[in-house]
Every structure is written in structure tokens, then in C-alpha cells.
């Protein structure tokens, strides 16, 4: 998967808000969820993600078109499953930097940090973030909290190459600005490193 696709699917336009409305009044009316996203599947291929669901049920409840209804709203809602203890996994990558080991069977790609690929939510999410710790964070938190997800308990994962051999300096830096991102939502973004 390319970034300009990535962005292209997970971009919310008037047209996929519009599937997704006629999705949630099915799924309201009775109608399987899986059966509804694939009788409304998307012109390029694929389903509807169900951001999308829970940004349409939103708007439908702020329009009065929908009545407030925490069992719908749970069957939209995203892997509800990730955040039933309570804790919300969050993923943000280092940026592009080489590793000192010569692994044979580890990947490569020039785009992205020593043994990641781009064709995963939490690579592509920090590729479209040129890998700024403070934007992955940010970006990744509104999701969860537009999806219903808690927020007030995170498990932080720094994943990228190795670690260790990244310079110190860009280690203390990403970390703070990772912790800076769970703490504050606007702080002033430094120069990246
Ligand atoms: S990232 Fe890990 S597996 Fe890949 S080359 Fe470096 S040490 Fe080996």
C-alpha cells in the first residue's frame, strides 16, 4: 500500500459518509453489520472502516436523525475488545535509520525504520507523519476517542529498528515528545530531529 492510498481510504469524504449513514440505519434497523458494509462496499474494493461508522452515527445523533443508542453504538465501534481492560495500546515508529545488525531475513524499505514494511495501520500511520513522535500520538488518540475507546490509560509501544542505535539525543527527544502528546494536546511542535 502506497501513502497517497492509505490517505485515499482513510480519508472521510461527503460520499463515504453518506454510505456509511445508510449503514448505520440498517445495522439500527436490524441488519448484520458484515452483511450491510458488503452490500455497500466501496467502488475501489474493500469495506468501509468503521471510523467512518461511528463518525456517521455521530452526525446522525448531533442531527437528530438517530436517537442516542449505546448498543448500536458498541456494535460500530472498532475491536471494542482492544480496550476491555481498560488500557489503550498505542503504536508510534522511529524514523528511517540504519541497524547495525546484518539480520539476512529482516526487511528492508528505505521509507520506513530497519524491519518494518509499510502495509500496516501503525507503519503507515507513522509514514504519514514523517515519523513525528508528537503527530503519531496525537493522530493516533483522536482516532481511539472518535472510535468511543478510553483514552486515560495508554500503553505506549516504540517500535523501529533498534532502538539502542539511534543517537541519544534523538531517544531523549522522541520519548519526551511522546509523552508530551499523551499529556497536552497543543504544545508547540520543535524542530524534528
Ligand atoms: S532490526 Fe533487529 S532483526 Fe533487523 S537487522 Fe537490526 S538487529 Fe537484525
Not at 449505546?70 to 508510534?92: A, I, Q, Y
Not at 514494511?117 to 513525528?132: I, S
Request: proline content about 9%; hydrophobic content about 35%; some cysteine.
Amino acid at each position: 500500500m502506497t501513502k497517497e492510498s492509505w490517505l485515499a481510504a482513510n480519508t472521510l469524504t461527503p460520499e463515504k459518509i453518506a454510505i456509511a449513514r445508510r449503514v448505520v440505519d440498517e445495522v439500527n434497523r436490524g441488519r448484520d453489520i458484515g452483511d450491510s458494509l458488503r452490500a455497500h462496499a466501496l467502488k475501489p474494493g474493500g469495506v468501509l472502516g468503521k471510523s467512518f461508522l461511528v463518525a456517521a452515527y455521530n452526525e446522525m445523533v448531533a442531527d437528530g436523525t438517530l436517537a442516542a443508542d449505546t448498543s448500536l453504538f458498541d456494535k460500530l465501534r472498532m475491536k471494542p475488545v482492544r480496550t476491555l481492560s481498560g488500557v489503550t495500546t498505542v503504536t508510534v515508529l522511529t524514523k528511517p535509520y540504519p541497524c547495525p545488525g546484518k539480520c539476512i531475513f529482516c526487511p528492508t524499505d528505505v521509507r520506513m525504520p530497519k524491519s518494518y514494511l509499510p502495509d500496516e495501520p501503525g507503519a503507515m500511520r507513522g509514514l504519514e507523519h514523517n515519523f513525528d513522535p508528537y503527530a503519531q500520538v496525537r493522530s493516533r488518540l483522536t482516532q481511539l476517542e472518535n472510535l468511543g475507546h478510553p483514552t486515560d490509560k495508554i500503553e505506549l509501544l516504540i517500535l523501529g529498528g533498534t532502538w539502542s542505535s539511534y543517537r541519544r539525543d534523538y531517544q531523549e527527544w522522541f520519548v519526551a515528545r511522546c509523552f508530551e502528546a499523551l499529556n497536552s494536546p497543543n504544545p508547540p511542535v520543535p524542530p524534528y530531529l
